[in-house]
């Protein structure tokens, strides 16, 4: 089945040869030369992702993605030249789900792309059970699988589809340590090759949602050296 799909480059001559490759793939593209036209497509396409340029001119790709995850729990992969490390982190702080540097072969982003994908599918209805993270009585944590969602005690929580699997992959096994590796091939399915910032800065991302002090986190834990634990409350 066909996805709807955002692509946002300035670049006319990049924007093309990636629609191509894009609609070789099955996906169905709307074009955004600017970060502007960008959210007035994603209210009028209603796109299921997001492939996103940075270096869009008056507003960036950061601006874009932060104005998306207002409301919009869409999935983005970022393509950008700019590689270092503060540039990777900022994007990813603000809300996008994975990052591409250019130059990069076509191959490797269809294939975050279908990760994301079959992201997006285990995210949707499944017979299994709730897991309460927080038993709280004035307002209990708890992660709704069938759901797909979060809630503390009535709210339900803004996670992206990318932290509720990480939520959920840790959840799946509380009180292990899971690696970076792990977590990359659990939810990214990027195994050893995949960039362990992105890991990082999601777990952060997490925290500042679920835990009551993300400063002084309780429910997921680092443990230096090794990884991230799920401890219950």
Same mark, same amino acid.
């Given at each position: 089945m066909s996805a709807r799909l955002l692509l946002v480059e300035d670049d006319d001559g990049i924007r093309t040869a990636l629609r191509w490759a894009l609609e070789d793939e099955g996906y169905e593209v709307t074009e955004a030369a600017s970060g502007e036209e960008a959210l /007035?497509?994603? !209210?009028? &396409?209603?796109?299921?992702?997001? @492939?996103?340029? $940075?270096?869009? %001119? *008056?507003? =960036?790709?950061?601006?874009?993605?932060?104005?998306?995850?207002?409301?919009?729990?869409?999935?983005?992969? /970022?393509?950008? !030249?700019? &590689?270092?490390?503060?540039?990777? @982190?900022?994007? $990813?702080?603000? %809300? *996008?789900? =994975?990052?591409?540097t250019k130059p990069f072969q076509v191959r490797e982003l269809t294939a975050r792309l279908r990760a994301l994908?079959?992201?997006? &599918?285990?995210?949707?209805?499944?017979?299994?059970?709730?897991?309460?993270?927080?038993? =709280?009585?004035a307002a209990p944590l708890v992660l709704r699988r069938a759901a797909g969602s979060v809630h503390r005690g009535t709210e339900q929580l803004p996670l992206t589809v990318t932290e509720?699997?990480?939520?959920?992959?840790?959840?799946?096994?509380?009180?292990?340590?899971?690696?970076?590796?792990?977590?990359?091939?659990?939810?990214?399915?990027?195994?050893f090759f995949g960039d362990e910032r992105l890991v990082d800065v999601h777990v952060r991302r997490l925290r500042t949602k679920v835990e009551?002090?993300?400063?002084?986190?309780?429910?997921?834990?680092?443990?230096?050296?090794?990884?991230?634990?799920?401890?219950?409350?």
């Open positions: /007035v497509q994603v !209210a009028a &396409a209603a796109p299921e992702l997001m @492939v996103l340029d $940075l270096m869009l %001119g *008056a507003m =960036d790709g950061f601006t874009v993605i932060r104005e998306v995850r207002r409301a919009h729990d869409l999935p983005i992969v /970022v393509v950008s !030249a700019r &590689a270092d490390t503060q540039d990777v @982190v900022a994007a $990813l702080e603000a %809300g *996008a789900d =994975d990052y591409v994908r079959r992201r997006l &599918a285990a995210s949707g209805p499944q017979p299994v059970v709730d897991v309460v993270l927080d038993p =709280d009585p509720f699997r990480l939520l959920s992959e840790l959840a799946a096994v509380p009180g292990r340590v899971l690696s970076r590796p792990e977590l990359l091939e659990r939810v990214w399915e990027h195994g009551l002090d993300p400063g002084s986190p309780r429910l997921v834990v680092t443990v230096r050296g090794l990884g991230y634990r799920l401890d219950l409350g």
